[in-house]
């Protein structure tokens, strides 16, 4: 029989989980032979947090189409579920592979339910609207767990929304969650590799939904509502689907985040509306709805900074210009004519006609 050639987008996806598992072999070679700088490696789980908090959020705003300012607070549910789960069975679960296993799913269901509930009422709206009710949520999201205080002794848990002492703790009681100073003493399981199976396994998620029947549903209502709910397609259950599979995933990343600052505070205020931002850059300058641009750029601009770092005082402003031409390079008319007129496949193409 005759082999089938890979269709385009197969093409596109194998190109996509090579690109990550070469990146993966590189790293772990200059890592052995000492090549990496203690600094970077510290960068290297973060990066790994970044890359999937760019395509969990690419599928909101790139494949649904709908602008949210709200994934921080997504990304502080899981982390904060996570760690909670992790501090409360660390004597149980002796092992920390399954410990933070399941940590994952924990932080990914919470997360997960969070955008459901918020999805319902807040995904009536659009467009501007909808940018600032999820800008919103997040920041309440933030100020509630500002404000928590969990406690545990051998009553069980404790739960106050005053301040550490109204939690009539025993003596040898232990404060897990402590409001605005967050949680500390997280076990340190994040590790390079770990991160890099969760940004594969997130790009399973998000391309094979992508290119599914459901993804399909979920483009053709970011392309036209109207003549998507004519057809008879689900409005509600194709927007809530892809937010909560969204929120589900920085979730994930924002376990894999609270479980590599041991030595920090996870506290609230990393979770605020700078993050959500910082993600957003990631999202529109990688290309809107282009998966593999948000790695790149998600990347890119989070090793700038410190590549940078020799500069001094000139470190941020050459990061801005950076940042301003590479958005002008990737959404410029002009400069996309260009780019296209002369790719190196054009120009094959066009050797190959004159032959």
């Known amino acids: 029989m005759k082999k089938l050639k890979p269709g385009k987008y197969t093409k596109d996806n194998i190109i996509t989980y090579g690109m990550i598992i070469l990146v993966y072999i590189i790293v772990q070679i200059l890592t052995g032979t000492g090549h990496i700088s203690s600094l970077m490696q510290g960068l290297l789980v973060p990066l790994c947090v970044y890359v999937i908090l760019a395509v969990s959020l690419n599928l909101t705003v790139g494949i649904l189409g709908e602008l949210s300012l709200g994934h921080a607070g997504f990304m502080c549910v899981g982390a904060f579920a996570g760690a909670f789960f992790s501090k409360c069975t660390q004597d149980v679960i002796t092992a920390d592979l399954p410990r933070f296993v399941l940590a994952i799913l924990l932080g990914a269901v919470s997360a997960g339910i969070i955008g459901f509930l918020i999805g319902m009422p807040v995904l009536r709206l659009r467009g501007d609207y909808l940018a600032i009710v999820t800008l919103a949520f997040g920041e309440i999201i933030k100020n509630i767990i500002n404000v928590l205080y969990i406690g545990k002794d051998s009553r069980g848990l404790h739960f106050s929304l005053k301040d550490s002492l109204s939690l009539g703790l025993e003596e040898d009681g232990v404060v897990i969650i402590n409001g605005a100073q967050g949680i500390t003493g997280t076990p340190k399981n994040s590790t390079f590799t770990i991160g890099i199976i969760l940004i594969v396994i997130t790009l399973i998620i998000v391309l094979n939904l992508i ?75 990688g290309g809107i ?43 410029s008319p002009k400069l996309i004519y260009l780019r296209e007129k002369y790719s190196p496949k054009r120009l094959f193409k066009k050797n190959r006609e004159v032959r």
């Not at 599914?212 to 397609?233: P, V």
């Not at 998966?291 to 940078?308: D, H, K």
């Open 211 to 285: 290119r599914s029947r459901d993804g399909r549903a979920i483009m053709s209502i970011r392309d036209n509502l109207i003549a998507a709910e004519s057809i008879g397609i689900n409005i509600t259950k194709y927007k809530l689907m892809a937010f909560s599979i969204s929120a589900a995933l920085a979730g994930i990343a924002g376990v894999l985040y609270s479980h590599n600052l041991n030595s920090l505070m996870a506290t609230p205020k990393n979770f605020g509306y700078n993050m959500s931002i910082m993600i957003l850059v990631f999202v529109v300058l």
């Open 289 to 331: 709805g282009n998966i593999r641009g948000s790695i790149i750029a998600a990347v890119v601009l989070t090793l700038l900074p410190e590549l940078l770092r020799g500069l001094s005082d000139y470190r941020m402003l050459i990061y801005s210009v950076i940042l301003i031409v590479m958005m002008l390079f990737n959404w």
